[in-house]
């Protein structure tokens, strides 16, 4: 579920960060899985700035362009070739400078540079709507009609507004939190700020010219049913508002009735639908079943046979809406509307369960009824929608509010007592901070006593009618991590996880390096300042410094491991020792403000050959595969699996690759940038992994899982693809992943082709080994063609790859 932060900050006052808000939603049990920055005006205008147009003369070799000059706020004004009819000598307009990147509105993004256009110089750009994604026209350069100072921002003249989403990882227990008022109830618990609901006191029938009478015929799937009708609107695209609103969370806007429902049900949780008032024959909305396997269109314009369980929303005569979950593909709003009737009810949470089920719709609609909402809010809804409507597409409430609510639903009362509180939580709380918290998430206190109370839940908190619920609700506020681990706890709970021998896994680890024909080095922290400054991976101002240095070439702390160990692969070389696989555990350090920094690392060196010379075996220089297995069998002597693979963006290497463990890097590791060798007088190529070995001690485990030799044979399958030199490996196996989990046992690349056979010179060939396995039975050719099969089809649908036969 998407939250815009702006959004949410309408109901409830948040000076906090959108990222401390999503720490305390997460803590509080609403997961926050992603927060991302959304901008009304791709870019932000970053860049642009406010110009004067100075003079504007005829281009000397072009009919339909002109040399001006613009004061762009510099000390010189600034001289730009522009093609626009309607430029002209005394115009304040927008004027994007050299290096300034442009998003324009449907197109792909550009960066202004400085040019020569037929001979006359230009620097910068003047710019039309379009081009810096204001608007869509194009007809000729933005012109202000105000006097604005050269030079200032554009963004601060037109000022685009950010927003930030929050992705919230809802469980289904939280019908409550589906909504930007939901999720400010939690906030009002945590920091205990009242949430400002929408004032709907001018809400007021205007006339009574439209009645339509509601009839109930299952109060059972129907407890709570409420509707009004507004006449005289136009329907057309909403105000820019209400668009940008929706956006911000995904939704595309629709119309102004349509998007105001939808505006309601993500601020408030309600949903609601408007039907056109027109349609409904016999002006008499009927809420029933109707005989099982009756046809009915729905708005996706698919023919559904409905069940004696699917509640439907009928006129006098037919179906206009399955109830809760989709409307008819007749009965909708659409241009030609001019009255609705708008509905906002409360359907029993298992009837449209079942039916979203049983025909496969899932609609926003339909999520929250099927969890609960508040029977309570139904009405509120209607009046805030209806004076919402009236604002964005005039009409008038042209009847009372119909409210048919025979059985209103009542509060849960749970017993509460307070030694089960302590007991449950681990820890005594106050009374009165037990009190704030119930208070501030609507619950009530009664019935009080020495021993406990009674708590009053409202019935839009569907999970919340134990007193375990509400314990928990309780402890999420006052906050998981406030419970101190208790001094009492048994050794029992430490049996399976003995501390970390530190020395023993670098041991370990030194063991098979040493095993696979490393030798370990140890070199000074001490080093050149000079370092840093040869690659952009390095800042120098994070040097750590040495008063007192012995020499200027030992004058600070490493930050990287790599120098030094380059140091001693020259030495090496220098004196013929040309075939050298070294690795170091050692320290980095780093100044940070006023603190320092102290890291510990693994660094590994290949360079030269891959064996030693000898007459059996032609003689290899390494490559990135040797240095690769090595840093693959670190990994998995530490038993860490599941990590990501992408090709790295640091300096400090030609090519290689960044390798993460739940998106922390573990090891960057590639053919070092030739940049740098070339400045440490080496002429071969060096390749190097960098390891963050504390990371990799909090990641290790010594619990290895061994499965039993399966009794059914394995079988292997050959398959060469022709695919993009821009598909890697680890694209191909994301979609054998994807595409077949069950059967494929092991996957290896034995051949990779590139070369005039293929006829493409932007083509590669990759020949695969699969071996296939199931350890239930014996595969057959079929059940093994059809595997293969469907992995032909996922290579070619989403790698656009040729299959060699």
């Not at 963004?155 to 289904?172: M, N, Q, S």
């Not at 609601?272 to 009756?294: M, Y």
């Not at 400090?652 to 590639?670: K, M, N, P, R």
Request: glycine share 6%; charged share 25%; proline share 6%.
């Amino acid at each position: 579920m998407k939250i815009s932060f702006n959004w949410l900050k309408q109901y409830i006052n948040l000076p906090e960060s959108p990222a401390e808000v999503s720490e305390v939603l997460t803590a509080t049990g609403l997961e926050v899985e992603g927060l991302e920055k959304v901008e009304t005006i791709k870019g932000g205008l970053q860049g642009l700035v406010i110009g004067k147009v100075l003079t504007c003369e005829q281009h000397p070799n072009a009919d339909k362009l002109k040399v001006t000059t613009v004061d762009v706020g510099a000390e010189e004004p600034a001289p730009i070739v522009c093609g626009a009819p309607n430029v002209a000598a005394g115009q304040t307009v927008v004027v994007a400078l050299p290096g300034t990147t442009l998003y324009p509105t449907g197109g792909e993004p550009f960066k202004i540079k400085k040019a020569k256009i037929r001979g006359e110089v230009s620097q910068g750009m003047i710019c039309a709507e379009d081009e810096i994604g204001l608007g869509s026209s194009h007809e000729g350069i933005i012109v202000l009609e105000e006097e604005v100072a050269p030079g200032t921002p554009a963004a601060e003249y037109f000022k685009p507004e950010t927003d930030y989403v929050i992705e919230i990882g809802l469980t289904p227990n939280r019908a409550d939190a589906t909504s930007h008022i939901g999720v400010a109830r939690d906030l009002k618990a945590i920091y205990h700020r009242p949430v400002q609901w929408p004032d709907v006191d001018d809400f007021a029938p205007d006339n009574h010219d439209l009645p339509i009478a509601v009839e109930v015929k299952n109060h059972r799937a129907c407890p709570r049913y409420s509707g009004l009708t507004i006449s005289g609107i136009t329907v057309r695209e909403s105000p820019a508002w209400l668009q940008k609103r929706l956006l911000a969370i995904g939704h595309n806007p629709i119309n102004n009735v349509v998007d105001v429902t939808n505006f309601v049900l993500h601020e408030m949780g309600q949903p609601l639908h408007a039907f056109d008032a027109a349609k409904i024959t016999g002006r008499k909305v009927v809420v029933q079943t109707l005989e099982p396997g009756t046809p009915f269109v729905t708005l996706d314009e698919q023919e559904r046979k409905l069940t004696d369980r699917d509640l439907m929303i009928c006129n006098a005569e037919e179906g206009m809406c399955i109830a809760g979950v989709l409307g008819g593909l007749h009965s909708g709003v659409s241009v030609e509307t001019t009255t609705i009737f708008l509905e906002s009810a409360y359907f029993a949470p298992e009837y449209i369960r079942q039916t979203a089920q049983q025909h496969q719709i899932k609609t926003d609609a339909s999520f929250r009824f099927e969890r609960g909402t508040d029977p309570n809010i139904t009405v509120y809804a209607l009046k805030r929608a209806a004076l919402l409507i009236k604002e964005v597409a005039g009409g008038s409430i042209s009847s009372d509010i119909v409210d048919v609510y025979p059985e209103p639903i009542e509060d849960f009362r749970v017993p509460v007592k307070k030694q089960h509180i302590t007991r449950l939580i681990g820890k005594e709380l106050p009374d009165k901070e037990i009190k704030q918290i119930l208070t501030d998430l609507d619950i009530e206190i009664t019935d009080e006593t020495e021993q406990g109370f009674t708590a009053i839940v409202p019935p839009y908190r569907v999970d919340v009618q134990r007193e375990a619920d509400v314990i928990e609700e309780i402890l999420r506020i006052h906050g998981f991590d406030n419970v101190e681990l208790p001094a009492h706890l048994g050794a029992t709970y430490l049996a399976e996880h003995p501390p970390l021998d530190r020395n023993r896994q670098q041991q370990k680890i030194a063991a098979y390096l040493a095993a696979n024909g490393c030798y370990e080095i140890m070199t000074n922290s001490l080093t050149r300042p000079a370092y840093s400054e040869m690659t952009p991976a390095l800042d120098a101002g994070q040097n750590v410094e040495i008063l007192n240095k012995l020499s200027e070439d030992l004058g600070v702390l490493r930050q990287s491991l790599l120098f030094t160990g380059l140091e001693v692969v020259t030495y090496n070389i220098n004196r013929r020792q040309k075939d050298l696989k070294l690795f170091e555990f050692g320290k980095v350090y780093r100044k940070s403000g006023r603190e320092y920094e102290e890291t510990p690392r693994l660094g590994l060196w290949l360079t030269g050959r891959a064996m030693p010379e000898n007459w059996a075996v032609p003689a290899k220089p390494v490559d990135f595969t040797h240095l690769s297995g090595l840093v693959n069998g670190v990994l998995a002597k530490m038993n860490i699996g599941h990590t990501t693979s992408v090709p790295t963006t640091n300096p400090l290497f030609q090519y290689g690759l960044t390798i993460s463990h739940h998106d922390q890097v573990l090891v960057e590791l590639g053919l070092v940038n030739k940049a740098i060798t070339k400045k440490m007088a080496l002429k071969q190529e060096v390749f190097y992994a960098d390891f963050a070995w504390d990371l990799l001690l909090s990641r290790t485990s010594d619990i290895i899982v061994i499965d039993p030799p399966s009794r059914y044979p394995e079988v292997r399958r050959d398959l060469s693809l022709v695919i993009d030199k821009s598909v890697q490996f680890r694209d191909v196996m994301a979609v054998i992943e994807k595409t077949e989990r069950q059967l494929i046992k092991k996957v290896d690349v034995f051949d990779v082709y590139e070369g005039e056979n293929l006829g493409d010179d932007s083509k590669k060939a990759y020949a695969l080994k699969f071996i296939l396995e199931d350890k239930n039975k014996t595969l057959t050719d079929k059940i093994i063609d059809k595997t293969m099969n469907r992995l032909m089809q996922a290579f070619e649908t989403e790698l656009g790859a040729l299959i060699r036969k």
